[in-house]
């Protein structure tokens, strides 16, 4: 009887053990369940947090990743500043047309390209062209390329006038390299942030694309022909307004991927342009000296036959009269001896 009692406690402890055994296992998975979220949260392997509990500095790391991935997350979503930037330059050269030439080579050189050019005697203008990609948005933006001032140019001498498209990243290398080809008698930049308006515009654009997706959905299933004809107009003036959006969002893209450079060359009124030296032969220097030389003889003795012209007509006009009368005067002595000598001869 007491060996039977003595068993069935046996058991009943065995099991009070077996249940212990589970509630503590269920415990402890819990607490590392909980412990593995926290460190997963925190954005962390589980192996790293345990490394974080027996290292403090890798803790204090493991706490701040929290924050520094939601800023880096801001960051990227976060759209970048979108500038139209406009610069001027005014460049006194000794030879206007070649400077143009060798802006020109320098803009294309960057990635760019030539928007404007003219070139001439006096003041000039660029052609009335839009800058833009898109034409019927060339004032969509509110930014029109700078204006130069009137240069102290020298009286009849060339001018040449530029518009360059230059991106941004190499505006600073080809207004460096510009500078250095002549006195700079003028220079400005400026930027005008657009982000705003950017964002509003592409804002916009989704909008309507959205608004006549729509449309067109309520087409199809349009009821009546009234219902049909209220919307396709709706619908035909939402892709009138989405035409002129996208024609602006061209427009800021344009101004915002290319830089827009107007750059001005000028002769100066005060500047000695000093004719271009030209190496000749020693032989061909002499025929073509002596041959200036008999040029310019006969150029002096052409006039001086027409500085005294006039007075040799005078003295023609003049000498036929005085010549008759001193043959007259010369005849009267001849005719008296022959009276003399006829009365003579008769005497005798």
């Known amino acids: 009887m007491l060996g039977r009692f003595g068993g069935a406690r046996r058991a009943?402890?065995?099991?009070?053990?077996?249940?212990?055994?589970?509630?503590?296992?269920?415990?402890?998975?819990?607490?590392?369940?909980s412990a593995a979220s926290s460190t997963n949260a925190s954005g962390?392997?589980?192996?790293?947090?345990?490394?974080?509990?027996?290292?403090?500095?890798?803790?204090g790391s493991s706490a701040g990743g929290s924050s520094a991935g939601e800023s880096t997350t801001k960051a990227d979503v976060a759209d970048p500043q979108s500038l139209i930037i406009m610069a001027g330059l005014q460049l006194a050269v000794q030879n206007p047309d070649k400077a143009a030439d060798a802006a020109e080579q320098t803009a294309i050189a960057a990635g760019g390209y030539v928007a404007g050019e003219s070139e001439g005697v006096g003041s000039?203008?660029?052609?009335?062209a839009d800058i833009t990609a898109d034409a019927a948005a060339g004032s969509a933006t509110g930014v029109s390329?700078?204006?130069?001032?009137?240069?102290?140019?020298?009286?009849g001498k060339e001018q040449a006038l530029l518009l360059l498209r230059i991106p941004p990243s190499r505006l600073a290398d080809v207004l460096a390299t510009l500078s250095g080809g002549g006195g700079i008698a003028y220079r400005t930049q400026s930027e005008t942030d657009v982000t705003g308006q950017v964002a509003d515009v592409d804002s916009r654009v989704a909008s309507a694309k959205a608004s006549i997706s729509e449309l067109r959905g309520l087409i199809d299933k349009?009821?009546?022909?009234?219902?049909?004809?209220s919307l396709e107009q709706a619908l035909a003036s939402r892709e009138s307004d989405l035409e002129s959006l996208e024609a602006q969002q061209r427009a800021l893209a344009d101004q915002v991927a290319y830089a827009t450079v107007t750059?001005?060359?000028?002769?100066s009124a005060g500047a000695v342009v000093a004719p271009p030296v030209k190496h000749r032969n020693p032989f061909s220097a002499g025929l073509v000296d002596s041959w200036h030389a008999l040029i310019a003889i006969g150029h002096g003795l052409l006039a001086v036959i027409g500085w005294l012209l006039p007075?040799?007509?005078?003295?023609?006009?003049?000498?036929?009269p005085v010549r008759r009368v001193v043959r007259m005067v010369r005849r009267r002595p001849a005719r008296a001896n022959t009276e003399i000598e006829s009365v003579e001869a008769a005497e005798v």
């Open 12 to 33: 009943v402890a065995a099991v009070l053990l077996a249940a212990a055994a589970v509630a503590g296992a269920s415990l402890v998975a819990g607490c590392s369940d």
């Open 311 to 320: 007075f040799l007509v005078i003295v023609a006009i003049l000498w036929w």
């Open 44 to 59: 962390e392997s589980v192996p790293g947090a345990k490394a974080g509990a027996d290292n403090p500095a890798a803790a």
């Open 263 to 267: 750059v001005g060359f000028f002769v």
């Open 222 to 229: 349009a009821a009546s022909m009234n219902d049909l004809i």
């Open 124 to 128: 000039q203008v660029l052609p009335s």
């Open 145 to 155: 390329p700078l204006t130069l001032p009137a240069p102290n140019a020298a009286p």
